[in-house]
């Protein structure tokens, strides 16, 4: 047992009292209240995949001597099926997690997650160079720390590390930069999460410099304070393996235009709550997903021939977009928009796309407005807010109804395009000689006189 409790022991649990609670059917075991928890209660989470510990005392622990692991414990720590380990609500010394880091090399945790956490203090990271761990995903989450500025030698001490990185997010902490150095160092991460911080257009550009992140294709920086489209734009064009990138609610100014091109790679774009009035110039050429929502955008006109998803629900669109361009389509969200018909016309042009959702727009109920939604309806192109999410808005004696409900008979719609060839026909009819059959008959002729 006293082996077993080693990692926690390490991580300063040892002599807590209190309560952990082990969910086997989630492999997930919650501790609470570190200081206060017993070891044998903590045992009971060795089998977890997940672990967790809120709230706490780590300061207790600072002087805590972590010596040399004898062959058995390193054997105890290698066979723990631990996965997971997330810290939450607690104040951590540096000085102790420096030490403590060490030992998870012993270990197969591959994701370490603060949440929460106020970091003290500086550590000393020199014992860490040349250490391999297997943790590949590192993720901060509304945690306090000393500047990251100034810090380059600490992280040059993780390098092995943190060369090794897959995953790194640091969102909700009031971060303002990113030291260029530190992008060096993360050679082989493929997705860093900024968001919810106050990474500035100046910042972002330093952050990204010549040689920073070289694997990185997944990138956000959603909820930031960043304004300049093409000053992001030319923040991440040194990324060469860039595919997903979002820029989702900060708010961008349509900025002189310039020629600057996002990297061939990107895939993925949101650009969904930046307070658009227009669409920006230029879009990535190879985009397949762009979310555009929650904007002010009046019309859209786009052409980007692998272009698989768009999303403009929530914008100003009187019109459904041109999509004509857009060859290989396949889905279209207009939900939330002042729209009144839905182009059936070209939708039937483009045999792909099968999931088009626009509720809640102010629809005409003509004729033709309620018979083209009802018929992407009977296509089953319409997702989850058909029927009940969409209403008529005129003409006015079906304001109020759903679209479902208007009558929309091949006769009282298309009197154009269906009673004209009943006429001819009857015309011909005529003509052949058949005149009194329309005498004895008249009811026949009488949708005529509606011509
Ligand atoms: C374990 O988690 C599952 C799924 O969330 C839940 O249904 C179950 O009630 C939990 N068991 C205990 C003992 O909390
Ligand atoms: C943790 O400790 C705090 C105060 O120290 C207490 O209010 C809270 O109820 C404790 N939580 C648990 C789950 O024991
Ligand atoms: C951070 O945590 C504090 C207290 O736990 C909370 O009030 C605050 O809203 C959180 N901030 C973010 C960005 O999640
Ligand atoms: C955001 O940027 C503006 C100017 O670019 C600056 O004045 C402001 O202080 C920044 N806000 C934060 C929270 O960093
Ligand atoms: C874009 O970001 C918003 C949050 O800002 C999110 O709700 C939405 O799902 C994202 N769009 C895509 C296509 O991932
Ligand atoms: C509704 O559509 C009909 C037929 O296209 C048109 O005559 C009418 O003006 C439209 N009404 C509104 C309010 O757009």
């Not at 010394?93 to 994701?111: D, K, M, N, W």
């Not at 595919?243 to 949101?270: E, G, T």
């Not at 389509?329 to 626009?358: F, M, Q, S």
């Not at 083209?372 to 807010?385: F, I, S, T």
Request: proline letters at 5%; one cysteine or more; hydrophobic letters at 40%.
């Amino acid at each position: 047992m006293n082996v077993a409790a080693l990692l926690l022991l390490g991580l300063g649990l040892l002599e807590a009292e209190g309560r952990c609670f082990f969910n086997r059917t989630q492999e997930h075991c919650v501790c609470y209240n570190l200081s206060q928890e017993s070891v044998s209660s903590i045992i009971q989470c060795l089998p977890a995949s997940v672990v967790e510990f809120l709230g706490g005392e780590l300061e207790r622990y600072i002087a805590f001597p972590i010596g040399n692991l004898d062959p058995s414990a390193i054997e105890m720590l290698g066979s723990l099926v631990i996965r997971k380990i997330i810290f939450g609500d607690l104040l951590v010394p540096e000085i102790l997690l420096a030490r403590v880091l060490r030992l998870f090399s012993y270990t197969q945790v591959q994701e370490l997650v603060f949440e929460r956490c106020i970091f003290e203090g500086r550590g000393n990271w020199d014992e860490m160079a040349r250490q391999d761990l297997p943790i590949l995903s590192l993720h901060f989450h509304n945690v306090t720390s000393a500047p990251l500025t100034g810090r380059e030698q600490d992280f040059s001490s993780l390098s092995s590390w943190l060369e090794t990185l897959q995953e790194l997010a640091v969102t909700g902490s009031h971060v303002t930069t990113l030291p260029c150095g530190i992008g060096r160092v993360f050679r082989a991460l493929r997705s860093l999460d900024m968001a919810q911080n106050s990474v500035g257009d100046e910042s972002l550009m330093l952050a990204f410099c010549k040689g920073a992140f070289p694997q990185l294709q997944v990138l956000s920086l959603q909820r930031n304070n960043l304004t300049s489209y093409h000053s992001v734009c030319e923040s991440v064009q040194l990324l060469p393996e860039l595919q997903h990138l979002d820029l989702s609610q900060n708010k961008l100014m349509a900025d002189l235009s310039s020629s600057c091109q996002w990297p061939a790679s990107l895939r993925i774009f949101n650009l969904s709550d930046t307070g658009l009035d227009k669409v920006l110039t230029p879009l990535p050429p190879s985009l397949e997903v762009l979310d555009m929502g929650c904007n002010h955008l009046h019309t859209v006109d786009i052409s980007l021939s692998s272009l698989k998803k768009l999303f403009l629900s929530q914008n100003m669109l009187q019109a459904s977009p041109s999509i004509r361009n857009c060859p290989m389509l396949e889905t279209l969200h207009l939900d939330n928009n002042l729209i009144t018909e839905l182009p059936w016309d070209e939708v039937k042009l483009l045999g792909r796309l099968w999931d088009v959702a626009a509720a809640g727009n102010p629809y005409n109920c003509s004729c033709s407005g309620a018979g083209g939604v009802q018929a992407l309806a009977g296509m089953g192109h319409l997702g989850q807010g058909w029927p009940q999410d969409y209403m008529c808005h005129s003409p006015p004696h079906y304001q109020g109804r759903l679209v479902k409900d208007v009558p929309v008979s091949v006769l009282q719609c298309n009197s154009a395009a269906v009673i004209a060839p009943v006429c001819v026909a009857l015309a011909l009819l005529g003509v052949a000689g058949a005149v009194c059959l329309v005498r004895s008959r008249p009811g026949l002729a009488r949708p005529c006189r509606k011509v």
